[in-house]
């Protein structure tokens, strides 16, 4: 080899490694930019919410609990609007923010992530563009930044995925059924319109597995032992006593929470895990919903007893159910859930009840100040232990007006915006707020 060719080999060999070094740099510097291409928008308003109840509300199946066909429409404001919401309520903005466009039949979906927050303006900017094909929205392309994912590789990704998601023993059989029932999704100028086949059982087996994935093995444990304690009650119970109150249960589950706190344990999640397996058991629902098959059939089912609250059974389920939603995922969440159940109530079943949402407001507050802070989580196991009835925490609601229509609400309230609607609401607020449990405190 000659001097002139080793030095080409050299300079050859050295330019490669810089490449090989420098390549994630470059990459990096493509991908992060200094301003986001989303902008944040402000915190959803009362009148967003109404609307977002409106959307659940026409959008829903009219029998949950029937296989049916289902059709979803929704035009890119709408869209947006939700979007919106799921970042709000699971904390994720201002640092994420995103929107969707719908234009000549293809859904352009952009993120952008503040990946300092507020300490240095660099923004992981995404960008994709998807087309229906085949039942299905899929993936066009891909920018993250200034780079350009290349169409081969992406292609390449997403065909790798489909097969692991797609195989029989991929652990994925509910999801791959889920897209099994899609029947089509067509995109317009203006819209999104899915059409699917509703399938409850599977929807149920879905939401559990999910559930399933923000539960720890620490609050795992303390489903178990509170499980076990509401056995322990339930076995105390005399034989020919048909129902009791749901202060037999709350005020024995919160003594154990405090000493458990007392003894280092988190006070948020004893509460937390606390109102989860209360709410399983009062709804008769299977353990495994918290725990998983393998660890509920390790576990002897608790014998059932009829919960009540002022003597009626839906009213205790209304307020653990909300409390346990509360505790999980938030008061916004739980509020909304709330009123738009009542809503659906009224136009497809009972009928909406004042009722039922005080006990719901009720199961909001007692949660939300069982777990918004170490110190109030703290103060409400020392009150919760002592409660002597259930005045202490719930209004009479004997003299509400309950079962109206959807027709006689409007009739009454106009909507759940007008300020008839909203002096009712603020009206349970207070009757709550002077229950001894929520003295001196804000609900």
């Known amino acids: 080899m000659t001097a002139q060719t080793s030095n080409l080999l050299r300079h050859f060999l050295r330019a490669f490694l810089v490449l090989l070094v420098s390549a994630p740099i470059v990459i990096l510097l493509l991908s992060v930019q200094t301003a986001p291409s989303v902008s944040i928008e402000q915190s959803i308003s009362p009148a967003e919410i109404s609307r977002i109840e409106r959307l659940l509300l026409e959008n829903a199946p009219e029998s949950p609990g029937s296989e049916q066909q289902q059709e979803i429409h929704l035009d890119s404001e709408e869209l947006n609007l939700l979007l919106r919401y799921a970042l709000e309520i699971t904390n994720q903005t201002p640092q994420w923010a995103a929107q ?21 303006p660099l923004f992981l900017n995404i960008r994709g563009e998807f087309a229906s094909t085949d039942k299905l929205l899929e993936l066009q392309s891909l920018q993250i930044g200034k780079l350009t994912i290349p169409q081969r590789f992406l292609d390449y990704t997403i065909n790798r995925l489909k097969q692991n998601l797609l195989s029989p023993d991929s652990g994925y059989g509910d999801f791959n059924e889920l897209l099994s029932n899609v029947n089509s999704v067509k995109l317009t100028d203006q819209s999104v319109d899915v059409s699917l086949r509703w399938d409850p059982e599977l929807a149920t087996r879905i939401g559990n597995q999910a559930q399933l ?28 006593i048909r129902a009791v109150s ?54 002897s089912p608790a014998k059932f007893i009829e ?55 009720v199961g909001v507050a007692m949660a939300r100040l069982a777990t918004s802070s170490k110190e109030s989580a703290l103060l409400m196991q020392q009150r919760m232990k002592e409660i002597e009835s259930e005045n202490d925490y719930m209004p009479e609601v004997g003299s509400n007006r309950d079962g109206l229509s959807e027709s006689d609400f409007n009739a009454i309230y106009e909507d759940r915006n007008s300020p008839e609607y909203q002096q009712r609401l603020a009206e349970i607020k207070q009757l709550i707020g002077d229950r001894p449990l929520f003295s001196g405190l804000t609900i």
């Open 246 to 299: 749901i202060s037999s249960f709350l005020v024995p589950l919160f003594a154990t929470a405090a000493e458990n706190a007392a003894a280092g344990s988190d006070p948020i999640a004893e509460n937390r895990t606390l109102f989860q397996t209360l709410a399983i058991y009062v709804n008769q629902e299977s353990i495994s919903q918290l725990l998983g098959e393998e660890q509920a059939s390790q576990i």
């Open 213 to 240: 994935l923000f539960i720890s093995e620490q609050d795992q444990r303390r489903i178990r032992n509170y499980y076990q304690q509401i056995s322990d009650i339930a076995v105390t119970i005399p034989s020919d």
């Open 100 to 120: 969707l466009a719908l234009e000549s039949q293809q859904l352009t979906g952009e993120i952008s992530l503040n990946l300092f927050a507020s300490s240095l």
């Open 307 to 361: 919960v009540r609250l002022q003597r009626r059974q839906d009213l205790a389920q209304h307020l653990i159910s909300i409390a346990a939603i509360t505790a999980s995922a938030g008061a916004d969440l739980a509020e909304l859930v709330s009123t738009t159940k009542e809503a659906y109530d009224a136009r497809y079943r009972s009928g909406f009840s004042f009722s039922d949402l005080t006990a719901n407001s």
